[in-house]
């Protein structure tokens, strides 16, 4: 891409992923995988397609399991994991040696979170050996962070000045000797297992890294901030497992805990990049033929910014790596991707005019039958493909609310003085988004509260991106992506 910067590279995989999964690993239909046409057909997948199976392929299925036995179910089974439609069950992959990893924490003070961390880095591993990066800490914070490392057997290489936590990160990866690395931060902690569970989807030698699921760190009385994050957080990616790939629902994954494969990593992090390093990671992994998976069974808990400010703070932040992930990955990292049709239907909606609804519903049933001719032969194409279109408009419906109260919102708030239309659609956005989410999260936290915290959530996001925008003198990172599938 011209004008980006030189990415680190990533090694590709040295082997066939169809020869991944041993003899006894258990595949399971994911939570959103579909079955039809009498289980000869499943729908689902990143993206969403739809897939036959051959009479023989079909016997393998048990009910939403394949049990691999042979070359047959293991094809088979890596077929469907790599369309996104199932997921191994890492408890019935085969161990490995804790021993074959190395933790490296990136430190920055905060050594009573350190302490914290290692205390369950030990309990959960043992004697592994611990490099803890000191990051430039200031002289009392550095002989601090120096003493809890010590106390726990840790190495500690210090940085002679503050480089953000992807060269952090690297100097670690530098120094490391074994066959896997775990990357921490100071303020997570290791619950029991984690690890372990992790290491066991290394089965798959096409497999780079893996998340386990973020949770919060429980406080005593925590703040309505706090219980909002432990809802609502942007490290938590709910409790599907699945494959992560751009352009998905699970488009990426934290770094504040993985486990990776130290051979695919090459040199690492993004150089320099202090937000988004984690994204530009994965989606560099994937584009080199890697796969990178989510597996929420295990967990790591996170000490979530309990004030409003530092809260704020961190989503600003956040939105403004998105001018860099749009600068080194171009429309990988647009605030939405809409096929042609969905984008039709969101613009005639947004008209709000007589023949709005009319426009929109001629523009699904076109889409509909355009979709029932594409599908492979079963007993109700149409069904099915009105149940795709009908996704289809939900999903495009999701993601031009968000860019209306997310990604666009100052755009938005402007043309909102001036349109009633527009302010009818960032009300109806505002609400229906605010409703939505408390009723698939049912959160610990009262309705009003709940959507006043998603609200400000999205307004610190978004301005971030705004302003990541505006530094990077690129609009990019605001534009979707309109594509055909």
């Not at 408890?91 to 205390?119: F, I, N």
């Not at 560099?284 to 400010?309: D, I, K, N, Q």
Request: proline share 7%; aromatic share 6%; charged share 25%.
């Amino acid at each position: 891409m011209s004008g980006a910067p030189a990415a680190p590279r990533t090694d590709a995989p040295r082997t066939e992923p169809s020869r991944a999964l041993p003899d006894g690993t258990v595949v399971r239909l994911a939570r959103r995988t579909r079955v039809a046409d009498g289980g000869a057909v499943l729908v689902g997948g990143a993206p969403t397609r739809v897939t036959r199976l051959k009479p023989g392929a079909r016997g393998l299925l048990r009910g939403r399991r394949i049990e691999v036995r042979d070359a047959a179910s293991r094809a088979l089974a890596a077929h469907l994991i790599e369309a996104g439609l199932a997921d191994p069950d890492p408890r019935t992959l085969p161990a490995a040696d804790p021993r074959e990893v190395t933790v490296v924490v990136p430190a920055y003070g905060r050594s009573r979170q350190l302490g914290r961390l290692l205390d369950s880095v030990r309990a959960d591993l043992g004697d592994v050996r611990i490099i803890v990066v000191d990051d430039g800490s200031a002289p009392a914070d550095a002989s601090a962070v120096g003493a809890a490392a010590a106390r726990h057997d840790a190495e500690v290489l210090t940085l002679p000045e503050n480089r953000g936590p992807a060269d952090a990160r690297n100097a670690g990866l530098r120094a490391v000797r074994t066959r896997f690395v775990l990357f921490v931060d100071t303020d997570a902690v290791l619950r029991p297992g984690t690890v372990g569970l992790l290491l066991r989807h290394f089965a798959d030698p096409a497999l780079a890294l893996v998340a386990p699921r973020i949770s919060g760190l429980e406080a005593g009385r925590p703040s309505w901030v706090l219980r909002y994050e432990s809802d609502r957080s942007s490290l938590d990616h709910g409790e599907d497992g699945a494959l992560v790939r751009p352009h998905s629902p699970m488009a990426w994954v934290s770094t504040t805990c993985v486990l990776a494969r130290v051979e695919a990593l090459g040199a690492g992090f993004g150089a320099g990049m202090r937000v988004a390093e984690d994204v530009d990671l994965v989606w560099r992994l994937v584009e080199a033929g890697w796969r990178v998976r989510y597996e929420p069974a295990a967990v790591a808990a996170h000490e979530h910014r309990g004030t409003v400010r530092s809260w704020l703070t961190r989503k600003f932040v956040y939105g403004t790596g998105a001018a860099t992930l749009a600068r080194r990955h171009g429309g990988l990292a647009a605030p939405a991707v809409l096929a042609p049709w969905t984008a039709g239907v969101l613009l005639a909606l947004s008209a709000q005019r007589r023949w709005s609804v009319p426009v929109a519903i001629a523009i699904s049933s076109l889409a509909a039958a355009r979709i029932a001719r594409r599908l492979p032969e079963m007993g109700r194409p149409t069904a099915l493909a009105t149940r795709l279109t009908a996704y289809g408009v939900a999903s495009a419906a999701a993601q031009g609310s968000a860019l209306a109260v997310r990604h666009w919102w100052p755009a938005f708030a402007v043309a909102a003085l001036f349109s009633r239309r527009v302010r009818r659609i960032v009300a109806v956005s505002a609400v229906a988004d605010a409703v939505v989410e408390y009723a698939r999260l049912r959160p610990r936290l009262d309705p009003v509260r709940f959507a006043v915290a998603r609200r400000l959530d999205d307004l610190a996001y978004g301005a971030g991106v705004w302003w990541g925008a505006l530094r990077a003198r690129s609009p990019r990172a605001l534009a979707p992506v309109i594509r055909s599938r």
